[in-house]
């Protein structure tokens, strides 16, 4: 095999391996995104975003209506990174999964 075809072939082989691991990003961590919300949302939101707001309904209400989490946090989350946003959207994820199951009993 030529030092040619060599090279093309480990070339391939990197291409693939970063495909791959970009497809494969590491598991959002809702244990970050609760220290984001903490931080930067609670003092409005408070840490479980149940706070009312000036309508009376809270972040979390609100967020249980929309069909696209990711979307109606985004002009939030904008200008954080790529983890502390997967972070706070998981963790939001998990504060409307417990919303409904509390709304519906
Ligand atoms: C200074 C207070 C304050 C802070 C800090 C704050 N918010 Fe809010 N936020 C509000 C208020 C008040 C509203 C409701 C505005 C309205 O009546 O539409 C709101 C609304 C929202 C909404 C819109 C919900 C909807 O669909 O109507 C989202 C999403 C949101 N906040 C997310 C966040 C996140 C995420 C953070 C932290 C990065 C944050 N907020 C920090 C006060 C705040």
Aim: charged share 20%; hydrophobic share 45%; net charge positive.
């Amino acid at each position: 095999m030529s030092v040619a075809r060599i090279t093309v072939l480990a070339g391939a082989a990197f291409c693939v391996a970063s495909a791959l691991g970009q497809a494969t990003p590491p598991p959002a961590d809702a244990a970050l995104g609760r220290r984001v919300f903490i931080e930067r949302c609670a003092k409005c939101h408070d840490e479980n975003a149940a706070k009312p707001l000036p309508d009376g309904t809270s972040l979390v209400q609100r967020l249980a209506a929309r069909p696209d989490l990711a979307a109606a946090l985004a002009s939030r989350t904008r200008k954080m990174t790529e983890a502390e946003r997967r972070g706070l959207v998981l963790y939001m994820k998990n504060l409307v999964t417990n919303f409904r199951t509390q709304a519906v009993q």
